[in-house]
C-alpha cells in the first residue's frame, strides 16, 4: 500500500500541513478547518477516521489528536510527522497477513504494528490510545490481502 502525501495549506503558525492522503480508514480533508474546543483554544480538523471520527492538529501542543467531537479528544502522535512516519511504516507493512492465516500470525503481525509505532512514537503506545487500539484490531485479523 502506497502512501501519498498531501499539503493541505499553512496553519496559523505558519507552517505547512503536509499529511497522508488516506491511510486505513483515515482520509484527510480538502482544506484545513478550524473548530473550537473546550479546554483547547482552536483546533485544526485535517481529516477523519471512518463516518464519524475526526482527526485535528492541536496548534499550541502540536499533537495530532482524534475524536467524535472536538471537545472530547485524545491523542494519536505527539507530532504531525510522527503521526506521517505511522502511516507510511505501517503501510509498508500492509498486508499484515493473508486471508487464509491463523491467530499466532494476526498476533505476531499485530506485535510488528506494535513496535513501529513504540519506535516512533513511543509516549503514545498506551491503553485506550489509537494506536493501542489499532495494534488490538490488527490481532483481531481484520487486515488481511
Not at 512516519?85 to 500470525?105: H, K
Not at 505476531?108 to 516512533?120: L, S, Y
Request: hydrophobic letters at 35%.
Amino acid at each position: 500500500m502506497n502512501i501519498d502525501l498531501v499539503n493541505l495549506g499553512v496553519t496559523q503558525g505558519g507552517k505547512e500541513l503536509i499529511v497522508p492522503e488516506e491511510f486505513f480508514s483515515y482520509r484527510s480533508l480538502d482544506s484545513l478547518e478550524e473548530v473550537e474546543s473546550g479546554s483547547r483554544k482552536v483546533l485544526i480538523r485535517f481529516g477523519v477516521f471512518g463516518l464519524s471520527g475526526s482527526v485535528y492538529l492541536d496548534q499550541d501542543s502540536q499533537e495530532v489528536l482524534y475524536g467524535l467531537d472536538p471537545r472530547d479528544v485524545n491523542i494519536v502522535n505527539t507530532s504531525v510527522s510522527h503521526f506521517t512516519q505511522c502511516a507510511v511504516r505501517l503501510s509498508e507493512m500492509f498486508p499484515f497477513y493473508t486471508e487464509d492465516s491463523e491467530v499466532d500470525e494476526w498476533e505476531a503481525a499485530a506485535q510488528r504494528v506494535e513496535d513501529a509505532i513504540r519506535e516512533i512514537d513511543p509516549s503514545v503506545y498506551r491503553e485506550g490510545s489509537f494506536w493501542y487500539e489499532f495494534r488490538w484490531d490488527v490481532t483481531m485479523g481484520d487486515f488481511h490481502d
